[in-house]
């Protein structure tokens, strides 16, 4: 995910033969954000089995019931066509660009990369997945809304494209009770005279790799195929609308992405915290057990269903399942913060200090780390290093309302 407000960044690269068009350098790097709840739920990064070594027809056979009457009658489920679609206006734009005579002697995947140069330029982040012609007429949503864009014009102009998660730890962040984990999604605008068939014994590249990322984006990522990104699409609105306290239209949409991609374990976790907050934990308990048994062990559903455990007073059911947990790689910062401010509350601050700094050094975007550490030093009368890391707090901030947070807390601290 994106560390500011706005996707700002230099390196647009084409990676494979295709060379960028001079007037196309600067386009903002294009990344889709899966979104997670806390209890967590993630896009993609744990060990486990893949969707392809599993029959997706036999996983919706075997996965358990769901409580289908526990959330209502059903709920409308915008089609992907629609989260696509353009209005009249945002076409004949884009058109008139890929068609003007400046335009024409670059090739048209080039064209619709100087375009998007162009359009998403200053794009503010949004912890929302927006159809792609609101995410044109707001210039805000997520990485995923940015993604519709591009999948939007290419459509428009028959441009092939593909998909691929890029090969990168999640990037954590929340918001109230919702935990976000995202990786990021990277779009290819294929040349015109692409044949995938071909390709797939070609050892060139024959398309451009856009990515809206701080940074050099990475290279390598999972191939998706059309129906797995319906499904990511699902899976963000879903949560949303769970982080809103929409459980119903939540469900529909997790169930719509189910039926898209039967082989997203993320899917099950969601839907295994969706029971429990909707008070069915049993049917969660089942969620959880199930993605376990099919894709292995997971961090995210493993802490899930410990937390279940936990909440029933099952604790040597819990305790077996932390041995577990402690087995896997955790790029989570959370858990740092929350030794962090035990320890802060009982006034050990070197130890809160040292919980807080190694939480940045697992996520360095995360703004709060720093506001944590500013209040330390705060507190301490290290008015120097407070602001220090208020600044810092400010820099890795995402959205305009809070980085003027930041901006007051400094102006009140300047004024002590």
């Known amino acids: 995910m994106m560390n500011n407000s706005r996707f700002r960044s230099k390196y647009l690269r084409p990676y494979g033969k295709e060379n960028t068009p001079k007037h196309g350098r600067r386009i903002r790097h294009l ?37 289908q009457q526990l959330f209502g009658e059903p709920r409308p489920v915008p089609d992907f066509s629609e989260l696509t679609a353009l209005t009249p206006e945002q076409e004949s734009d884009f058109l008139r660009f890929f068609r003007s005579g400046v335009e024409s002697r670059f090739e048209p995947h080039k064209r619709l990369y100087a375009y998007l140069t162009r359009e998403l330029a200053d794009t503010d982040f949004q912890h929302r997945t927006l159809p792609a012609s609101k995410t044109i007429e707001t210039h805000s949503g997520n990485c995923m809304s940015l993604a519709l864009v591009t999948t939007a014009y290419a459509r428009l102009a028959d441009i092939k494209i593909g998909w691929q998660l890029a090969d990168t730890d999640p990037v954590y962040s929340s918001e109230g009770s919702v935990i976000y984990s995202a990786n990021h999604i990277q779009t290819r605008l294929y040349h015109r005279d692409y044949d995938q068939a071909a390709a797939t014994f070609s050892l060139g590249r024959p398309y451009l790799l856009v990515d809206y990322f701080t940074g050099a984006p990475p290279r390598r990522g999972k191939a998706l195929k059309r129906e797995e990104v319906i499904a990511l699409v699902y899976q963000n609105m879903g949560v949303e609308a769970m982080a809103d306290g929409r459980l119903e239209d939540s469900y529909w949409l997790l169930s719509a992405g189910l039926n898209h991609d039967p ?67 955790d790029p989570d910062p959370y858990p ?21 700094r190694k939480a940045a050094e697992v996520a360095p975007y995360l703004h709060e780390v720093y506001l944590k550490i500013a209040r330390i030093h705060a507190d301490n009368g290290d008015r120097k290093r407070a602001e220090r890391a208020l600044r810092e707090a400010r820099d890795r901030a995402r959205d305009s309302n809070r980085q003027d947070f930041y901006e007051a807390k400094l102006a009140a601290l300047e004024s002590r």
């Open 263 to 329: 082989a997203n374990p993320n899917l099950y976790n969601a839907l295994g915290v969706l029971h429990r907050r909707a008070g069915d934990e049993r049917t969660a308990e089942d969620l959880y057990r199930f993605t376990l048994d099919k894709f292995d062990d997971r961090l995210i559903v493993l802490r899930n269903y410990r937390n279940l455990l936990l909440a029933s007073n099952r604790t040597e059911e819990a305790d077996r399942l932390e041995g577990r947990i402690m087995a896997l790689p």
């Open 31 to 67: 990344s889709i954000a899966g979104l997670v709840v806390a209890s967590f739920v993630t896009l993609a990064g744990c060990a486990g089995k893949t969707a392809r070594e599993i029959d997706r027809d036999d996983l919706l056979a075997q996965a358990p019931e769901l409580n």
């Open 336 to 356: 740092l913060l929350t030794l962090g401010d035990e320890a802060a509350e009982m006034d050990k601050i070197d130890v809160a200090l040292a919980h807080y």
